[in-house]
């Protein structure tokens, strides 16, 4: 994902922002998603890294300073939070196995 990130600073002078949020779909969202439902649950010290990322690649495409607050710039982008995805891949699979 390190290298998505270098991706999406090399690009971001170029494209406009819808862009490198589809970028960001394109090259970071699959690696989160990826066993999030099994993953999500495990110490803080392999979730950390994850978020760390997340947080960077949007801290990029919003051309914000590492120390400032990325709260409101989740909505904006219209990018789910790492925990977030963790909800919605999870109530994906409840709703693929329950009965019906």
Same mark, same amino acid.
């Given at each position: 994902?390190?290298?998505?990130?270098?991706?999406?600073?090399?690009?971001?002078?170029?494209?406009?922002?819808?862009?490198?949020?589809?970028?960001?779909?394109?090259?970071?969202?699959?690696?989160?998603?990826?066993?999030?439902?099994?993953?999500?649950?495990?110490?803080?010290?392999?979730?950390?890294? #994850? @978020? &760390?990322? $997340?947080?960077?690649?949007?801290?990029?495409?919003?051309? !914000?300073?590492? +120390?400032?607050?990325?709260?409101?710039?989740?909505?904006?982008?219209?990018? #789910? @939070? &790492?925990? $977030?995805?963790?909800?919605?891949?999870?109530?994906?699979? !409840?709703?693929? +196995?329950?009965?019906?």
């Amino acid at each position: 994902m390190s290298i998505a990130l270098f991706h999406i600073k090399q690009v971001k002078h170029v494209l406009l922002s819808d862009s490198l949020r589809l970028f960001i779909f394109a090259m970071i969202n699959p690696h989160l998603s990826y066993g999030i439902t099994v993953s999500y649950n495990a110490e803080q010290n392999v979730i950390r890294p #994850l @978020k &760390l990322v $997340e947080k960077t690649a949007k801290r990029i495409i919003n051309n !914000v300073s590492y +120390y400032s607050d990325i709260g409101p710039k989740f909505k904006k982008l219209g990018i #789910l @939070k &790492l925990h $977030e995805l963790f909800d919605y891949y999870s109530l994906h699979f !409840v709703h693929d +196995y329950l009965p019906k």
